[in-house]
């Protein structure tokens, strides 16, 4: 009997994509311990919120740098393998920090050399798995993957982000930053096991080899990524908009919110805060399920608004019960975002050319938060912590204006997909692809889209997208 696509756990019957989506579950618990230990790590060797902003804008900027040539590299070589690597390599990098907190030896410059070679090598990893995702599944079971891959790192970040609080205050943020280097190994071993069936190969019977463009230099691939990105007006102006939406978010939750929960209501209540606004994402999965509408994008974008709700809730100093609450519908509303900013992207993006445009996504989303990051202290001394919580409110409410006035954000339509239940059924039975290859699926963007409804000046951007800002929940 043919897979029904619409159920929520339908993609689950394709052995690839349950290992990708194990592999996220398993980085994303160490990855919701990780921002806890460090931030207080750092309060317990200095007390100073701008010496957390050097340790975290740290690992940010260069994270952004190599941005770019993790997405060549994604876009080049099997994905699953990229992210291997990339694991190995961060885990190595999170247990010299946990050794550093561990025997106080752990000094600010360190620190930050630590963070920013973690970075680095997550650079590399970010790309390769946005990419991959639709390479797992076939096209009308994407929505649902998307829904319940992300789901089952939102879960994750629940329980890792709870475990942080307990961990911080009862055996120290050192250990906390150890099960996060642990998590790094587990999951590489687990993107290890992702094989994409031979039918999701682009070309006949799978022969990728036979279709695949002749490799050309790292300067040429970066230039034919950046013209998918640049000729999208929508794409670029949503994200110029999450670069300020991101910084704002970044140097508020980020840097201030630690600071502002130590002199309120405590470490555990800050842990349990960050669990709420998770535990919206996964609510907001399990409604993005099963409402599915046309303008799929607009409705993302509408209620990116709601990211204002921690902001203001820690400069109104409310309670934490109420944080919570507000971090709550925060979670459930970016998750419609980050869903339909998925969809739109692998919808619309060819898939030889989709790292690359992720990653000029990710850097441009992603630019300005190490300069909030490290501003926001030093803002916040001269301004007031309150002051600085409400402007970064107001950023985030002009962001979202910014892009709901792209025509193209308001207009754009999910198509329905070519593959019918059959072909589903067939994928499940495949044989794994041999060895690890690239692979590219046919372009979506090769044919012009029957519901997307064309710009005034038939803009070849109608229809193309990256993905948001931080997982985004980059804003994670």
């Not at 790292?218 to 991101?246: D, K, P, Y």
């Not at 509408?302 to 409310?318: K, S």
């Not at 402007?391 to 910014?402: E, K, M, P, R």
């Amino acid at each position: 009997m043919p897979a029904d696509h619409r159920s929520a756990l339908a993609p689950l019957r394709f052995p690839a994509f349950r290992f990708l989506a194990a592999g996220r579950g398993v980085n994303t618990l160490g990855s919701g311990v990780a921002p806890i230990a460090l931030a207080f790590a750092v309060q317990d060797m200095t007390g100073s919120v701008s010496d957390l902003g050097l340790v975290v804008g740290s690992r940010t900027l260069f994270n952004v740098v190599f941005l770019l040539f993790g997405g060549v590299i994604a876009d080049r070589f099997a994905r699953h393998l990229v992210m291997v690597g990339s694991g190995v390599l961060s885990a190595c990098s999170q247990a010299a920090v946990a050794a550093l907190v561990l025997t106080h030896s752990a000094n600010i410059p360190l620190l930050m050399a630590l963070s920013a070679a973690n970075g680095t090598f997550s650079a590399f990893a970010l790309p390769a798995s946005s990419a991959l995702v639709p390479q797992t599944v076939p096209e009308d079971f994407r929505q649902s993957a998307n829904a319940l891959n992300r789901m089952v790192g939102n879960a994750a970040q629940i329980v890792g982000a709870s475990l942080g609080g307990v961990l911080v205050a009862t055996v120290g943020p050192g250990w906390g930053l150890a099960a996060d280097s642990a998590s790094f190994l587990l999951s590489a071993a687990l993107f290890l096991q992702v094989r994409v069936p031979k039918q999701l190969l682009q070309g006949p019977a799978g022969a990728e080899d036979a279709t695949a463009p002749a490799r050309t230099g790292l300067i040429a691939e970066l230039r034919e990524g950046w013209q998918e990105f640049a000729s999208r007006t929508w794409v670029w102006v949503v994200v110029v908009a999450f670069a300020f939406i991101n910084a704002g978010l970044g140097g508020s939750v980020q840097v201030l919110g630690p600071a502002v929960a130590d002199e309120t209501f405590g470490r555990l209540w800050w842990g349990a805060i960050l669990a709420a606004e998770t535990a919206g994402m996964v609510v907001g999965g399990l409604l993005a399920m099963r409402l599915r509408p046309q303008r799929l994008l607009l409705v993302g974008v509408v209620c990116v608004g709601a990211e204002v709700a921690l902001p203001l809730g820690l400069g109104l100093h409310l309670p934490a019960v109420a944080v919570a609450g507000a971090g709550f519908i925060a979670g459930v509303c970016i998750e419609q975002f980050g869903i339909a900013w998925e969809m739109s992207l692998q919808q619309e993006i060819p898939a030889d050319r989709l790292a690359r445009v992720y990653s000029y996504d990710m850097v441009g989303s992603f630019v300005a938060i190490p300069v909030a990051q490290i501003a926001i202290g030093p803002l916040a001394l001269l301004l007031g912590t309150r002051a600085a919580l409400y402007s970064a409110a107001a950023v985030i409410v002009v962001g979202t204006l910014a892009m709901l006035s792209v025509r193209e954000v308001r207009t754009l339509r999910v198509r329905t997909p070519r593959r019918g239940p059959e072909a589903a059924d067939a994928a499940l039975t495949a044989e794994p692809a041999a060895g690890p290859s690239l692979v590219t699926m046919p372009s979506p963007a090769a044919e012009p889209s029957p519901t997307a409804e064309p710009s005034p000046a038939a803009d070849p951007a109608l229809g193309q997208d990256v993905a948001a800002g931080p997982d985004p929940a980059a804003t994670r």
